[in-house]
């Protein structure tokens, strides 16, 4: 109605101006009116004001507020438990070719994928998918012999959204009764499982209001992304469910995780080899192993994280609190880390580094190598430990942690008694109070 109202009186305005100036030309005298004193003549180069010009491009800017909506119902998805594959893989060709486009999934509905279901870029635009609904994976394990550790993925695709409310069920009971770390029995498997939801090489990425569920293995993975933005998200599965971390970061750049609610049967965030420039604020954590970094160096690697910055946690129950791991053998560098304003309840390990890493069945040999941990900073942490070690910084005695600061941390014994700290290896500053206080032993490398 603004618009039509605008465009009329505009009409009116030119209708107008041309009557007068025919009346002008054929009978009356020009009159001329002397300018005021402060008047500043514009600039001969002014062009005049064109209307139809003007009028357009309020057309034009309505209609870039328009989307295309795919509802992946007009593909052929019926949402009752039946493969819906094939019509959200249609919806997302059609999708990834439109200007502003959003493909729906509907409320109140299960639509089963089959995997490996990817969704392929580069697209020629911006494009979201909505999740109202529930997406569900399949239960049969057979089916994921494609590809064994992807269900969902999003690949090389730029200015995506995944948003909407909606849920990922990963449906992975089956997955875990059958992993060796639950039954170590003849037939067991001991190779991995399906990572819920892969996002591989997109950048400038949202991932916004959704719940993960019962992942089969890890519930979200980024791989290799840039300018992520993940917020607002519900990661839930069991405590005993192995190695179902919540939010997996590899190789990634300038990302911000916020808000999020994260209880699983493992970390609640790890951020591994290649990471750099990553955020997280305001995270509730538990159960599950706490927010790791690494780990690091496995099989000699050499791995890199630089530049996080872990603000606002909440953790209760978990394994460990603020986690740094690194095998020994391995090169590269944890670097620039800062855990800040953290409560825990009820925490095992809750500040903790590990350089001497070990997760196999086997002893780990001593190695000459280890990657370097240096720069890494934990300030305004309180809480209550439920082990009886608070603080633990096992350094490597062939590369210790260099430049720790430890600043205003108090933590209590959950139970009984006072926690206590231990320190080899590492060159720590003590700021402000620190409880229970800490006194590092150095060894002499062999």
């Not at 095998?327 to 809750?350: C, E, H, L, T």
């Amino acid at each position: 109605m603004i618009l039509q109202c605008v465009i009329l009186f505009f009409a009116v305005l030119v209708c107008s101006t041309n009557s007068i100036s025919i009346v002008v030309a054929e009978e009356v005298s020009p009159i001329y009116f002397a300018p005021p004193e402060n008047f500043v003549a514009p600039p001969e180069n002014l062009k005049p004001i064109d209307y139809g010009r003007f009028i357009n491009d309020l057309i034009n800017s309505k209609n870039k507020e328009k989307q295309t909506i795919f509802n992946v119902d007009d593909f052929g998805a019926k949402g009752e438990g039946s493969n819906d594959t094939q019509a959200f893989l249609e919806a997302w060709k059609i999708a990834c070719a439109t200007k502003k486009s959003v493909i729906l999934v509907p409320s109140n509905k299960t639509y089963v994928l089959k995997p490996p279901i990817k969704f392929l870029g580069p697209c020629n635009f911006k494009i979201t998918m909505r999740i109202h609904g529930t997406i569900m994976a399949s239960s049969n394990m057979k089916e994921y012999e494609e590809d064994p550790r992807k269900w969902v993925s999003f690949e090389q695709v730029k200015d995506l959204t995944v948003d909407g409310g909606g849920t990922f069920n990963g449906n992975g009971q089956v997955w875990w009764d059958s992993s060796c770390k639950i039954n170590n029995t003849e037939g067991c498997h001991n190779s991995g499982a399906p990572t819920a939801a892969t996002f591989y090489k997109c950048s400038n990425l949202r991932v916004n209001n959704l719940r993960f569920l019962n992942s089969q293995q890890i519930h979200l993975t980024f791989q290799r992304c840039k300018n992520v933005d993940v917020s607002d998200l519900t990661i839930i599965a069991p405590q005993d469910s192995p190695n179902t971390d919540g939010i997996h970061v590899s190789s990634t750049e300038n990302m911000n995780i916020r808000n999020c609610i994260i209880g699983t049967g493992d970390d609640c965030i790890s951020i591994v080899g290649g990471s750099k420039n990553v955020r997280s604020t305001n995270i509730m954590c538990g159960p599950g192993h706490g927010i790791s970094i690494g780990s690091l160096g496995k099989n000699q690697a050499r791995d890199t994280v630089s530049d996080i910055y872990v603000e606002g946690a909440m953790l209760w129950g978990t394994s460990n609190g603020v986690r740094i791991k690194t095998w020994q053998g391995g090169q590269g560098y944890a670097q620039n880390i800062k855990f800040v304003d953290i409560k825990m309840m009820n925490v095992s390990n809750p500040i903790i580094i590990d350089q001497n890493y070990c997760d196999q069945s086997k002893p780990c040999q001593s190695q000459k190598d280890a990657v370097q941990v240096r720069n890494i900073v934990y300030k305004n942490i309180r809480g209550t430990s439920n082990s009886e070690v608070a603080m633990k910084l096992d350094c490597s005695r062939i590369d210790s942690c260099e430049n720790i600061r430890v600043e205003n941390i108090h933590l209590f014994s959950h139970v009984d008694g006072s926690p206590t700290s231990s320190c080899v290896n590492a060159n720590i500053a003590v700021v402000g109070e620190v409880s229970p206080g800490m006194y590092c032993q150095q060894r002499q490398s062999q």
